[in-house]
Structure formats: structure tokens, C-alpha cells
């Protein structure tokens, strides 16, 4: 494959909308926040320290999330901890069987997301 069969990928900047039920809400929120930054400058600094190309390291970048899973979750830290927190603390602000019935489906959904690498090896 030459570089002229290599796909090519446009940053696009996202801020919505999504409706306010929207069980992928948080996820949009955060594509909607990151967006605001452009990764082009830390990656052309890393391209002239390295010598790699700034292709190559947007390749790994999104490689490496894409197939991590959990991992790359894990590795995003405190905006996972902060998203798991935000479910549980609405639930217990609401303080309704209801509330607390919908924050499992949310920290279930999550859950299921940080599982899928250990529940479908195949995707590697």
C-alpha cells in the first residue's frame, strides 16, 4: 500500500446537539469539549521531537484507542472517574427509586464499554 491508497481523515469540530435523554450524552459531551482543542499542535511538536511523521502518530493515537477498550478509558482517568461519579451523585440528589434505577443502566452501559475488549477478544 503507498500513501496514495492511505485513508485520509478530516478533524471536524462537533459541539451538537444531542437530545437531552440521549443515553450517549456524556460521550457527545466530551467529543463536543475535546473538540474545542486542536491535537495538530501537540502532535507537530511531538513529530519534530521524534522524527516521525504526523500521520504516523495520529495513526497510533486513534490505533491505540480504538482497540484498547478499557485501557484507553482508564488511561482518560479522571474523565471516566468524573463521568461514573456524575451518574451515581444525580441518582442520589434525585433520591427516587426511579433515579437510582437509571443511574444502573447508565453505570451498567458504561461497564459493558469498559468490558468489550475482555468479552470479544476477537476485536483486537
Do not use: H
Not at 461519579?85 to 443511574?103: I, N
Request: aromatic share 8%; charged share 25%.
Amino acid at each position: 500500500m503507498d500513501a496514495t491508497d492511505e485513508p485520509t481523515v478530516t478533524l471536524t469540530r462537533w459541539d451538537g446537539p444531542w437530545p437531552l435523554d440521549d443515553p450517549d450524552a456524556n460521550f457527545k459531551a466530551d467529543v463536543a469539549l475535546y473538540g474545542k482543542l486542536d491535537p495538530l499542535v501537540t502532535l507537530e511538536g511531538l513529530s519534530r521531537n521524534l522524527g516521525v511523521p504526523v500521520g504516523a502518530l495520529a495513526r497510533y493515537v486513534l490505533a491505540k484507542f480504538a482497540t484498547s477498550g478499557s485501557g484507553a478509558a482508564l488511561e482518560l482517568g479522571p474523565s471516566v472517574v468524573q463521568q461514573l461519579a456524575r451518574v451515581v451523585d444525580e441518582a442520589e440528589a434525585a433520591a427516587t427509586d426511579g433515579a437510582r434505577l437509571a443511574a444502573y443502566e447508565g453505570l451498567r452501559q458504561i461497564v459493558s464499554w469498559l468490558r468489550l475488549p475482555y468479552d470479544q477478544p476477537d476485536i483486537y
